[in-house]
């Protein structure tokens, strides 16, 4: 029984399900889009009719237990990174002009100029599991970019094999999880600058469990006046993170433990390398001049890695953190 995939387009990125065994795919594609399509109506923060964004206008109010699980993990992510990664930083990415689809925000052109708002700080977010309710104080606004679509892809992977028994790699615009028996060897993953690119250059994974995630400041840029900004914001300071690394790959049990972790150390820069280490994280963090780091066993560049390229017959690509 051979692998079969779908790529289909959602939530502003290319998204990709592969399944062992043809009649499985439709189930798991159906699965897929049905999975996104609630996530993108509980969590985005660019439609006007989301659940996020009337709690945004709002500052809280009783909310779905998608999105109140949705909120859990994005705040279970900024507890375990000691606020590195916050959903609170909604007003910040807005005062640097990331306030609508960046595909609009490109289109639109250079701004004349940006502010700089630190995030709020995720403790000051109240959820009430009882009454399944959100409060936000005043000036607060929510983006759970960090999170949400590592989330959906965990989502997507479990729900998948619990309904088909397959073995299933789910790709979220390189947000990638597995779950089931993984074939021998592994799932096959390019790890890239940019899972978009026809033809990207990387390293050749194999994933057997868990999920990995790549962050990148080098996809999601515009400009601000004179300035390039990008969109991983650092909280403490409410600006784009110092350019210290292109990317950072990471894996993980969870998919967004890999995304929450490989956010974070781009918004550590230099210190990411030891952050990493200390908590045993498998890491590849590619510098500005395009030198690689590695970090919790990390596998070794074969010659032929970084001449690989992305093809329709490879598992996946990692990408940039949206």
Not at 26 to 31: H, L, M, Q, R, T
Not at 83 to 97: E, I, R, Y
Not at 110 to 129: C, N
Request: charged share 20%; with cysteine.
């Amino acid at each position: 029984m051979g692998f079969h995939s779908e790529s289909f387009a959602a939530i502003g990125c290319l998204n990709q399900v592969t399944v062992a065994g043809a009649r499985v795919l439709p189930v798991a594609v159906a699965i897929a889009k049905r999975e996104i399509a609630a996530l993108d109506d509980a969590c985005s923060r660019f439609r006007h009719d989301s659940e996020l964004a009337r709690v945004n206008r709002t500052r809280g109010g009783a909310v779905s237990p998608l999105l109140l699980e949705a909120l859990e993990v994005s705040l279970a992510a900024a507890r375990a990174t000691d606020g590195l990664v916050d959903p609170t930083v909604g007003t910040s990415l807005n005062a640097l002009g990331y306030d609508r689809d960046f595909d609009v925000v490109v289109r639109l052109g250079a701004r004349p100029g940006f502010d700089v708002r630190p995030a709020t700080g995720w403790r000051s977010v109240q959820l009430d599991h009882v009454t399944g309710t959100v409060a936000l104080p005043r000036g607060a606004e929510l983006d759970l970019g960090a999170t949400t679509k590592a989330f959906a892809a965990d989502r997507i992977a479990n729900a998948v094999h619990a309904a088909t028994g397959s073995p299933v790699l789910v790709s979220l615009g390189g947000d990638i999880a597995v779950a089931g028996t993984s074939p021998a060897g592994g799932w096959p993953v390019l790890v890239t600058d940019d899972s978009r690119a026809g033809a990207a250059e990387g390293q050749v994974v194999a994933l057997h469990q868990g999920g990995l995630a790549t962050s990148s400041t080098t996809v999601r840029r515009w400009r601000a006046g004179r300035t390039e900004v990008h969109h991983i914001v650092d909280p403490r300071t409410g600006a784009s993170a110092e350019a210290c690394w292109r990317t950072v790959s990471v894996a993980a049990p969870t998919c967004v433990e890999a995304n929450t972790a490989a956010t974070a150390a781009v918004v550590l820069g230099p210190q990411a390398l030891r952050w990493l280490e200390q908590r045993r994280l498998p890491a590849r963090l590619v510098r500005l001049d395009g030198t690689v780091a590695t970090t919790g066993g990390w596998p070794a560049a074969l010659p032929e890695d970084t001449q690989a390229r992305h093809s329709s017959k490879s598992a996946a690509a990692g990408a940039m953190q949206s």
